[in-house]
């Protein structure tokens, strides 16, 4: 049955197939080179002609990557909805700036992001690697075969599927819909689906960029550790690997915090981090990252830690593809609020099969070399730099191994109900499960980074140190005291943490000042570990301090005084209803719903207008007011409900954070009808729902802007006076008009803010001067217009996003110096 | 032995010590029944909306609580409360996994995963108020 479909653009899909597979093919031949290459090392000839067909080929593969997002993009700008991608992510209404985001929020766009930041990597280390770049691209060729097969999109069998293609067409995805039995079904599909409206956002066109260019980078320390595993000379990858850690710790650094800044700004799930799984799965890298870059440096200055090193720096890249498998592959399902349902199964098994292979790589390579991986016999001293930061480095990796425990409670649960018979879930209280444990992480690795730069490697004079660490200790026991005595913290865990901040941030100011005079490039570390002191002050200051000033007057009255959970849930009432124009207390301010910006369309973005208002308690002055607009999408993508977009008012000390949980629906609600009154001679009045209105006479040819006056018509207004509850004056003008004598029309006239619609019913002349008119008049019922609104506090947030920022700078500045240090570097390593 | 030997031994002690005690803050999925043997402890419980009966949600009153009934795996139908405010697409769900604890015949839930059936659409939560 081979039916000839109309109006279908097929040429685009196909020659991306093409580029799909030249990519993949190439990816293998350059890894095939690249082996060739180094087999033959010793014969210098042939080895370097393997290296330029290995070269050639990457670049090949490299531009047919490229080509690749070439066409997908061309397929989704041109709106082809043949293509599934396309119609799934993207809809003719999407603005232009959100195009390239459709790539991020599928599966095959992902990768091919991922897959495009491994290219650009491996161009850099095929150029920089000198000696080791034969053994460093052969692992990331290889890498780059896996990465390829996940949107090769083949299929072998009805049951075995290897990967899904971003240009597989609409009919083909969803076969058997009866509408692909008719030629000429692209005329019904008339429209994409649209892209989800919380990526509609400018954070989501740069978080996953950064983010993905995070988890590639860990490809790259990676492949140097096998490299020189494979070579067995563990001196030449020092430098480049350090450089490329640190790199990779500011930017995949930089990418969680977006997007902790991405859910601040547009999720509700209430602030920037929820140790939500997927947040969790790029975070262990992370830590294990920054554990496996301070071993690294250890290594670099005393010869010890090499393999604690190579295993922390092989382990951040396997956790790279253990966190795509709990995020992609749905497995979180039951746990996680932003888990990307995957393909299934085929993904899941797909998944598995490349972290094994490359779980058995390394461990295949370090095993091997076990025997002549570099040692020290001797003890290092308790009082040196490489002892404290190895234990930090402990730490580190084993607040990444209890994250990651509980994260993957469903990848173990099955297991764990066979041996107890019990079915885990996660925790209750997820964030308390965390913060209790990870709270000492927090102090203790505040503390060491605090000290660390103090000592020196291998040996330090105890008496200045003692002095320079009680002087720096004191002074943050002072800040710490001013601290929680102002902020009113009284948890003594959080003391304690408080304290560890405040000494991270004095000591190394105090270092970079003091000792290291201010020398730029010689601050790198004393400046992150500012920033991450200060990272951790501010996740303190705003999150202990968090609170609500929503309440909810209106249900169960509020009873304090107890603690429990299950006990807080009954009485936090954090949502509170504000109906239109009525002002509800929070906090310092007097909040008031005063409408929002309905306006008819697909997927229609409606801002809620929210006006807050501090006034002096005694004179009732207003002191400061200033509007939140709080918006949500009603119905998007054909769903029932709303997704809400959160507003925020910023002060340098703290944020109101407010967003919209429930809103009435016009369409539906607007159930008032109009009723007829009657007016003759001005002061008449009028009584309203929340106020009155007093007639104040006509006028006769009344020019208005509302109407196009012709030659032969009669219009007559009819003014009142409207006063409201609150005594503010506003004036109603509806309009009667006479077209060519012959034809009556009605102007409505309304007072927005009072729901108030007012218009003609009759006009009865009865002399040139006095005249009775009928006047319609429709008042929204205020009960009838109300949205439920919740309102945090952040107080301090801006330390939080101040910290990253000079974390990330204090990574950057021990990267240039790195770069712009010529000649080895690798000294103490050699031995 | 070295110090650094010391150190490590006492820190993976502690490790395992952390390890063995956040086993204890792990939840489980539970029924209604057997939730209802410890009533105020918080456990989960997969389970279905019934469609068929009364579901309510008013803001104007108290825009905290929504009530609905749902049947759990071993089939029993229960009243449960809702302390936020009504999910959106609940009508749609295939199988929800409240968050919650029993407490006078009662399900008293602060929080909602809803599996939806459309491969196009992602599952979603909705939280309730804690803390």
């Given amino acids: 049955m081979d039916i000839q479909f109309v109006g279908e653009h097929l040429g685009p899909g196909q020659l991306g197939h093409f580029f799909v597979i030249t990519s993949f093919v190439a990816s293998l031949f350059s890894t095939f080179s690249y082996f060739n290459a180094v087999r033959t090392e010793t014969d210098l000839s042939n080895s370097s002609k393997w290296q330029l067909l290995a070269r050639g080929s990457f670049i090949i593969h490299t531009a047919a990557i490229i080509a690749i997002f070439t066409t997908l993009f061309y397929i989704i700008t041109n709106h082809l909805f043949e293509y599934h991608y396309a119609w799934e992510h993207s809809s003719l209404s999407l603005p232009g700036k959100y195009l390239l985001s459709c790539f991020w929020e599928g599966q095959e766009g992902s990768f091919m992001l991922w897959t495009f930041w491994h290219c650009i990597l491996g161009l850099i280390v095929m150029r920089t690697a000198g000696v080791l770049e034969t053994r460093t691209m052969a692992i990331i060729s290889m890498v780059q075969v896996f990465l390829g097969t996940m949107i090769l999109g083949f299929y072998f069998g009805d049951d075995v599927k290897i990967g899904s293609t971003p240009f597989m067409l609409l009919r083909d995805s969803m076969q058997g819909a009866p509408i692909f039995s008719m030629p000429n079904y692209l005329e019904f599909v008339k429209d994409g689906n649209g892209l989800n409206v919380l990526l509609q956002n400018y954070w989501m066109v740069i978080h996953p960029p950064v983010l993905f260019l995070g988890f590639a980078s860990t490809l790259i320390p990676f492949a140097y550790c096998i490299a020189v595993l494979w070579k067995k000379d563990y001196t030449l990858f020092v430098k480049p690997t350090l450089a490329w850690t640190i790199f990779n710790g500011a930017v995949l650094g930089t990418g969680i915090m977006m997007g902790g800044a991405w859910a601040y700004e547009s999720l509700n799930f209430g602030g920037y981090w929820a140790w939500d799984p997927v947040e969790n799965a790029s975070l262990v890298p992370w830590l294990t990252l920054i554990a496996g870059l301070h071993t690294l440096l250890v290594y670099r200055s005393t010869g010890r830690a090499f393999t604690m090193t190579v295993v922390l720096l092989l382990l951040s890249h396997l956790l790279i593809w253990y966190s795509t498998f709990l995020t992609r592959t749905g497995i979180l399902g039951k746990t996680s609020v932003h888990a990307f349902t995957g393909d299934g199964k085929a993904l899941t098994y797909h998944l598995l099969i490349v972290i094994a292979v490359l779980l058995l790589v390394s461990i295949a390579a370090l095993v091997k070399r076990w025997k002549s991986l570099p040692r020290i016999k001797t003890e290092e001293e308790t009082l040196s730099r490489e002892f404290w930061m190895f234990i930090g480095s402990v730490i580190l990796f084993l607040s990444a191994i209890q994250i990651t425990i509980t994260t993957s409670i469903p990848v173990w649960s099955p297991l764990a109900k066979w041996i107890t018979g019990k079915e885990f879930a996660p925790p209750t209280d997820v964030m308390q499960h965390y913060n209790n444990i990870q709270v000492w992480v927090a102090i203790v690795v505040g503390i060491l980074s605090a000290i660390v730069l103090y000592m020196k490697f291998k040996h330090t004079e105890g008496k200045s140190l003692a002095a320079r660490l009680g002087i720096t200790a004191l002074i943050a026991f002072l800040m710490a005291g001013a601290i929680a005595w102002g902020q009113n913290i009284t948890t003594w865990q959080y003391d304690i943490m408080l304290f560890a901040a405040c000494y991270g941030i004095v000591a190394n100011v105090y270092y970079g000042m003091v000792i290291q005079k201010l020398r730029f490039k010689k601050l790198g570390a004393s400046v992150s570990h500012l920033g991450f002191a200060a990272v951790l002050l501010g996740i303190l200051l705003s999150s202990y301090n968090k609170h609500p000033i929503s309440f909810s007057t209106t249900g169960v009255a509020i009873d304090f005084g107890k603690n429990s959970q299950e006990e807080n849930m009954k009485e936090n009432r954090e949502n509170v209803t504000m109906f239109r124009g009525i002002p509800v207390a929070m906090g310092d301010y007097y909040a008031t719903y005063t409408g929002d910006s309905d306006v008819a369309g697909k997927d229609r973005r409606i801002y809620y207008k929210v006006l807050f208002e501090r006034k002096d308690s005694v004179s009732h002055k207003v002191l400061e007011s200033f509007m939140l607009y709080p918006d949500a999408f009603i119905n998007p993508k054909g769903q029932q409900g709303l997704s809400a977009n959160p507003s925020t008012k910023h002060y340098w000390n703290r944020d109101i954070f407010t967003f919209i949980n429930s809103a009435s629906d016009k369409t539906k609600s607007d159930t008032s009808s109009y009723r007829s009154h009657t007016v003759t001679k001005v002061g008449d009045t009028i009584y309203l729902n929340n106020g009155y209105m007093v007639f104040t006479g006509f006028v006769k040819d009344a020019s208005d802007k509302r109407y196009q006056q012709g030659e032969n018509d009669m219009a007559v207004s009819a003014g009142f006076r409207v006063y409201d509850a609150s005594g503010v004056v506003r004036d109603i003008n509806p309009l009667f008009i006479l077209k060519d004598k012959k034809y009556l029309a009605f102007v409505e006239d309304t007072v927005q803010q009072m729901g108030l619609f007012a218009r003609f019913a009759n006009l009865n002349v009865i002399t040139n001067d006095s005249a009775t008119a009928e006047i319609m008049l429709k008042q929204t019922d205020p009960k009838d217009d109300l949205i439920v609104l919740k309102a945090l506090v952040f107080p301090y947030i801006n330390v939080l996003w101040l910290g990253v920022i000079i974390m990330v700078f204090g990574f950057f500045i021990s990267l240039g110096n790195l770069l712009s240090r010529t000649g080895s570097v690798d000294t103490a390593a050699v031995k | ?131």
């Fill in chain 2, 1 to 131: 032995m070295k110090k650094i030997h010391i150190v490590l031994l006492i820190l993976v002690v502690a490790a395992i010590a952390v390890i063995v005690t956040i086993f204890s803050d792990f939840s489980t999925y539970e029924t209604f029944s057997s939730a209802s043997r410890k009533p105020g402890k918080t456990y989960y419980v997969i389970g279905h909306l019934q469609k068929d009966k009364e579901m309510t949600y008013d803001p104007k009153i108290d825009p905290n609580h929504f009530t609905f009934f749902a049947t759990d795996k071993a089939g029993e139908s229960h009243k449960v409360i809702f302390n936020g405010e009504k999910p959106r697409d609940i009508e749609k769900s295939e199988q929800i996994v409240m968050m919650g604890y029993e407490e006078g015949g009662t399900f008293h839930c602060s929080r909602i995963q809803m599996k939806c059936p459309s491969k196009y659409k992602k599952d979603q939560i909705a939280e309730g108020n804690k803390s």
